[in-house]
T-cell receptor
Framework: KQEVTQIPAALSVPEGENLVLNCSFT??????LQWFRQDPGKGLTSLLL?????REQTSGRLNASLDKSSGRSTLYIAASQPGDSATYLC???????????FGTGTRLKVLA | DAGVIQSPRHEVTEMGQEVTLRCKPI?????LFWYRQTMMRGLELLIY????????DSGMPEDRFSAKMPNASFSTLKIQPSEPRDSAVYFC????????????FGAGTRLSVL
């Protein structure tokens, strides 16, 4: 059974810092991996999607990498801003489906 | 497009009552997902549909839960009878098969069962 873990559960950093959020999964037979952002009281917004054949994806200040063999993904946020404060969740889908298993998230606070 | 639309945004009901949550997916999307989010269990997939057909309902917790998708633009999640442990935020999401699986979430329905 696929399990997704995110470390740390919470993170507080000063504005301008580069930071890394971690996601690990137990079954490497994934179809793709998504990173989402969730603001308080809101739904999830997809940030980056990495297909199983890819190693990384970039969007603006965000970069996500995938290492299937070790069951890990990282989300790198460059030059963090207070507006980046949110909960970040990773999710993996099993091979050939769009059924996602979510991690419990990392709650990020960027201090001005 | 207005995105995925869920209603109501908040629902407060008493134990034993029937609750119906509604979702309108993004026009043209062929996948629809229902999730439940709680502090204890995080975000869990309840059921998902492809072209209005239920594909996997293994996440539906009990027979008290049922979901339907009568057409491509509307889905419901019903709980009957509701119990306090059903209190959670319920999300609906949709995606396009050719969109690599990117999911678009609604704002959610916060359900409180007293």
């Amino acid at each position: 059974k696929q399990e997704v873990t995110q470390i740390p559960a919470a993170l507080s950093v000063p504005e301008g810092e580069n930071l890394v959020l971690n996601c690990s999964f137990t079954d490497s037979a994934i179809y793709n991996l998504q990173w989402f952002r969730q603001d308080p009281g809101k739904g999830l917004t997809s940030l980056l999607l990495i297909q199983s054949s890819q190693r990384e994806q970039t969007s603006g200040r965000l970069n996500a990498s995938l290492d299937k063999s070790s069951g890990r993904s990282t989300l790198y946020i460059a030059a963090s801003q207070p507006g980046d404060s949110a909960t970040y969740l990773c999710a993996v889908s099993t091979s050939g489906t769009y059924k996602y298993i979510f991690g419990t998230g990392t709650r990020l606070k960027v201090l001005a | 497009d207005a995105g995925v639309i869920q209603s109501p945004r908040h629902e407060v009901t008493e134990m034993g009552q029937e609750v119906t949550l509604r979702c309108k997916p993004i026009s043209g999307h062929d996948y629809l997902f229902w999730y439940r989010q709680t502090m204890m269990r995080g975000l869990e997939l309840l059921i998902y549909f492809n072209n209005n057909v239920p594909i996997d309902d293994s996440g539906m917790p009990e027979d008290r839960f049922s979901a339907k998708m009568p057409n491509a633009s509307f889905s419901t999640l019903k709980i009957q009878p509701s119990e306090p442990r059903d209190s959670a935020v319920y999300f609906c999401a949709s995606s396009l098969m050719t969109g690599q699986g990117i999911q678009y979430f609604g704002a959610g329905t916060r359900l409180s069962v007293l």
